[in-house]
């Protein structure tokens, strides 16, 4: 397959490997059995816990510009094999700069590198938000890689209204929405770069996030790993209020913020602020900080690239447990440090946006006699 050219985009990141097998369009079916085939013998590679091959095509993307993925006839009865409703004309398309309907705000969650934790962040971020009584949204932008579903426990496909939108599921007072719930793990997905990014603003587009009457308050973006084209074409086509960059203390997951950085200035997109996560893991017998990976290089790269620093999420295996038993802590455990520590940075956040008088406060209710 490497020999003829095939395979393109190898990524390998902690527990996970995949790439891109590019064909024809019209040798999509006859490649399915080669994709599986090559995603089963990936899998078997040590180490690999997470093996995805993804069948893309250097031919115009369909006219819904969403990858053909599979069905589910309950979600959607009428739209044939493609899940996501067809754009109405109507409504503008995010081909300018802009955001979604009834949406006040957006930020994105990013990082240079993979595996630094930004879906943790992004999620919990989402889920301390709800609790300050915003009304917010989470949208995984990882179309390979998706997260989202698993850290919010959410499995059902969202349905399809009356306007055609999808309704985004509400997990921990967050409406969510995913990939990861409109394709079964493992089904191949049709695409390549440009398609995927058709693909996330359909998903800002074509969602349901507020309405006239409920404008959503915070749209929150989980953003895939690195700079390539999903990233930009995000940061070029939508009207982001601000990034949030994710690190952890190592030199080489630094260097990447730095891109990062570099990358939403750019575009034009204020850094809301730095945080560094696995900053350090405190002793269980002590409660002493032990500094695994170093501390304080995401504090001092903000400082030097001009950006605030947030603050430090330590290593904290419950946070992993509940990000992986879909119940994030800054919802179930907000007395956890790490609870505590999102939902200051949270307020951080809100702070900046406010400043900017980009974020109303969320309604408060007046008692008249
Ligand atoms: N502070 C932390 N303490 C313990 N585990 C953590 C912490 N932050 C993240 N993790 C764990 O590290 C793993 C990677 O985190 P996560 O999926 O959030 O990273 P990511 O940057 O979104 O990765 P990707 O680049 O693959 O999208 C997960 O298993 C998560 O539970
Ligand atoms: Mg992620």
Redesign the pocket.
């Known amino acids: 397959m490497a020999a003829a050219g095939l395979v393109h985009g190898l990524a390998v990141?902690?527990g996970?490997a995949g790439f891109m097998l590019e064909v024809a369009a019209e040798d999509v079916t006859l490649y399915n059995p080669v994709r599986a085939a090559a995603e089963a013998a990936l899998a078997r590679v040590p180490g690999v816990d997470q093996a995805q091959v993804v069948l893309t095509t250097a031919d115009a993307a369909p006219s819904h510009g969403v990858a053909a993925y599979n069905v589910n006839p309950r979600a959607a009865p009428n739209a044939g094999h493609v899940h996501a409703p067809a754009p109405s004309k109507s409504r503008p398309t995010l081909g300018a700069t802009m955001k979604p309907a009834h949406v006040r705000q957006v930020i994105a969650v990013a990082?240079g590198?993979?595996?630094?934790?930004?879906?943790?962040?992004?999620?919990n971020l989402a889920a301390a938000f709800a609790q300050m009584g915003y009304a917010v949204g989470l949208l995984d932008a990882?179309v390979y890689?998706p997260?989202v579903p698993r850290?919010l426990g959410l499995v059902d496909e969202p349905e399809i209204g009356p306007d055609k939108k999808l309704i985004p599921p509400t997990a921990f007072g967050v409406k969510a929405v995913s990939i990861g719930l409109l394709v079964k793990e493992g089904a191949p997905m049709i695409w390549r770069g440009p398609m995927a990014s058709s693909a996330i603003t359909q998903l800002l587009n074509d969602v349901a996030w507020g309405s006239e009457a409920e404008p959503l308050d915070l749209l929150v973006i989980?953003m895939?790993?690195g700079t390539g084209d999903v990233q930009l074409t995000l940061a070029q086509k939508v009207r982001l209020d601000g990034a949030v960059i994710?690190s952890t203390p190592q030199e080489v997951a630094l260097i990447d913020v730095r891109r990062g950085v570099a990358m939403f200035q750019k575009t034009a997109t204020p850094i809301l602020g730095v945080i560094e996560?696995?900053a350090y893991f405190p002793d269980p017998a002590t409660g002493e900080p032990i500094e695994i990976f170093g501390r304080g290089g995401a504090r001092g790269v903000a400082a030097e690239v001009g950006a605030p620093f947030l603050g430090e999420?330590?290593?904290?295996?419950a946070?992993?447990?509940a990000?992986?038993a879909g119940a994030p802590v800054a919802a179930v455990a907000p007395d956890s440090s790490?609870a505590k520590a999102f939902l200051a940075i949270a307020a951080e956040v809100a702070e900046r946006l406010k400043d900017k008088s980009l974020l109303k406060p969320p309604p408060r209710i007046v008692v008249v006699d």
Do not use: C, F
């Open positions: 990141r902690p996970r990082s590198k993979g595996g630094v934790g930004k879906s943790t962040v992004a999620v990882d890689g997260s850290m989980d895939p790993p994710v996560n696995m999420i330590p290593i904290d295996i946070l992993r447990k990000g992986d790490a």
